[in-house]
């Protein structure tokens, strides 16, 4: 496939000298030459003397730029299974941490990217992840990164998570024991089994 580009106009310094004009990707009607819809067309203008005999030939590359491609490689969403991320996901941020209870042997990364188009790709300093799907160690904290990847090919972003398993026989109790404002009451009464409530200030 071809298309049109500007016509060449090429001026002698002499009048009797004559132009010939040639394109790499078809004929050339006069001096208007077809170009490759894409990659580079090579156009030539021989020039042929007054005397017939002496000529010069000028040459032009021209490569037709690559349609638009986006080099957005952020995230719309990122989480963790188990595990919350802490702090809590905000695109422009890279960097998080989580626990995970003892006994856990990997978790499931679930990385949504702003670009359909986009790959991530995910790492674990304990072993190979299976997709999104990553080994931690059993003690101490495994580092999970995911690169993702914009559709340009080139522009990349790495998000972190820095994953820490809790100690053998740490507490599950995430309950209050107390709750109450500096101005006001709450209704009804705090209770630690109460989740919701009202207060008037």
């Not at 009797?16 to 077809?34: L, R, W």
């Not at 999970?144 to 599950?172: K, R």
Request: aromatic residues 4%; hydrophobic residues 40%.
């Amino acid at each position: 496939q071809t298309c049109a580009l500007p016509i060449l106009t090429a001026t002698t310094n002499d009048a009797g000298a004559s132009a010939a004009y040639a394109s790499t990707a078809g004929a050339c009607s006069g001096s208007d030459c077809p170009i490759a819809a894409s990659g580079a067309t090579t156009i030539t203008i021989t020039i042929t003397a007054a005397d017939g005999a002496s000529t010069e030939t000028y040459t032009i590359v021209v490569t037709v730029a690559p349609p638009s491609v986006s080099s957005d490689a952020s995230l719309d969403e990122l989480a963790m299974h188990p595990g919350a991320l802490n702090p809590a996901f905000v695109s422009s941020t890279i960097r998080y941490a989580a626990t995970v209870p003892n006994g856990t042997s990997s978790v499931v990364v679930t990385a949504t990217t702003n670009d359909a188009g986009a790959s991530a790709a995910y790492a674990s300093t304990a072993g190979a992840c299976s997709v999104s799907d990553c080994p931690i160690a059993a003690s101490g904290t495994t580092t999970i990164t995911i690169t993702i990847t914009a559709p340009d090919l080139t522009t990349t972003e790495t998000y972190t998570i820095v994953v820490t398993v809790a100690p053998p026989g740490a507490s599950s109790d995430a309950s209050l024991s107390e709750l109450a404002l500096s101005v006001g009451a709450l209704t009804p009464v705090f209770v630690s089994t109460t989740k919701i409530g009202r207060a008037h200030v």
